[in-house]
């Protein structure tokens, strides 16, 4: 048997460096593609790439926005030259009226002013809509950034909810002995209430209770919820705890599954042949396809 678990461990080890990326990078909410997530994290996950997405939309509004204000600014620089051109052939005008001059330069100079005031009414317009599309987008940006605070403040409010109930939950734990919480671990694990049941495995791992029967249970939950990574990490910590446990069939034949899930397939085999080598009569053996 002590060979057998030399053995076991030395697969798991090589697992853990082949897979080193892939394996422990489950439920990391920093990679591009995330995997072995629990239903907190999932949720967590969700809100992290809609902040991200409204994020990014921010910074798009705000390049759109300066440079909306950079045309406005550039806008109302031509439209103070041109006022100043108008003045200037306005004053011009009036002195040679007053001095009876040349008509045909009077007159071309007033059809100069009457064309200079209506490019001016026209850049004015321009800014006017220019304005309205700033004012437009900086009403969505701050409903986006609303929009953003509410869901981070969501996400606060249901971790902390989370967290008061399992402290809730631990404070009445420790009126009750390990035995008993141990039972009703394992009956909510085989009604699948895997929240609850992980909630008192973590409590009675905290208190140093059966850790290797625990680990195991808890790599079980993860399998079950498909948290296939951190079941393999659990499944470990079992077995270097206790390798001579009644469950071990279990745990080769779950850790075999959760690698081959992975895309592990090597390792996978690793493990289904150890069980098989090792445990030919037991039922996970048994259930092994030659």
Do not use: C
Request: hydrophobic share 35%; charged share 30%; aromatic share 8%.
């Amino acid at each position: 048997m002590k060979k057998i678990f030399i053995f076991i461990v030395a697969i798991f080890i090589a697992t853990i460096k082949a897979e080193e990326v892939s394996v422990f990078g489950a439920g990391n909410l920093v990679s591009e593609n995330p995997y072995g997530l629990t239903e907190n994290e999932q949720v967590l996950l969700a809100n992290k790439k809609r902040v991200d997405k409204i994020e990014a939309f921010l910074k798009e509004q705000n390049e759109s926005i300066i440079g909306l204000r950079s045309v406005v600014e550039g806008l109302n620089s031509q439209i103070s030259k041109l006022e100043n051109r108008v003045s200037g052939l306005e004053i011009r005008a009036m002195r040679k009226d007053n001095k009876s001059a040349n008509n045909s330069n009077l007159h071309s100079e007033s059809k100069d002013i009457v064309f200079l005031k209506k490019e001016i009414k026209d850049l004015k317009k321009q800014i006017l809509i220019l304005n309205s599309e700033l004012n437009s987008k900086n009403k969505t940006k701050v409903k986006q950034k609303s929009s953003a605070i509410d869901t981070l403040k969501n996400s606060s409010l249901e971790k902390n909810k989370t967290r008061a109930k399992s402290n809730d939950k631990i404070v009445a734990f420790d009126d009750m002995k390990p035995d008993d919480i141990m039972k009703k671990a394992n009956e909510l694990f085989d009604n699948k209430k895997y929240i609850d049941a992980k909630i008192r495995y973590e409590y009675l791992l905290s208190k140093g209770y059966k850790t290797a029967e625990v680990n195991f249970m808890l790599g079980e939950i993860l399998y079950n919820q498909k948290s296939y990574a951190k079941a393999v990490s659990k499944y470990e910590k079992s077995i270097q705890q206790n390798y001579k446990a009644n469950y071990l069939p279990r745990l080769l034949k779950h850790a075999g599954e959760s690698l081959e899930n992975l895309g592990d397939t090597k390792n996978s085999k690793k493990f289904f042949n150890t069980l098989k080598d090792n445990f030919p009569d037991s039922v996970e053996a048994k259930s092994l396809a030659n």
